[in-house]
């Protein structure tokens, strides 16, 4: 089965759309790096579950490792740049997940954020 859709009939609500070259308006921490250690029943929805509180807000983790030991599941997860309220906000989202039976959140030293020197120009003569 196929499915195709018109793109070119828009309607108007699609046209009053902020564009992609708007910034992103949500808050960030540069340079604050936080774990979400989960332990969960070994099922397979867990992952899924974990993972879309952080996709749901536009991020990927910076490390994810789960490992499977008798029947239940450990899930270490390293999100970047987000604030104290928001990584207190997902840990708490993420302990109301029926399979999961244990949430800790770390606060990892945060790392420094340097802007990449500019490369000199030389002017041409």
Known sequence: MSLTVNTSARNSSALDAPSAS???ARVTAPGR???FSLAADADPGA???VLEYVAKR???PLA???RLTG????IA???GDLPQAESDHIGRCLGQIPMVTRVTVIELPATKVEAEPMPELAAAE
């Open 22 to 24: 708007v910034p992103d």
């Open 64 to 66: 994810l490792h789960s």
């Open 58 to 60: 536009g991020l990927v």
């Open 33 to 35: 790096r936080v774990v």
């Open 71 to 74: 029947g239940m599941l450990d």
């Open 77 to 79: 997860m390293e999100v």
């Open 47 to 49: 992952l899924p579950r």
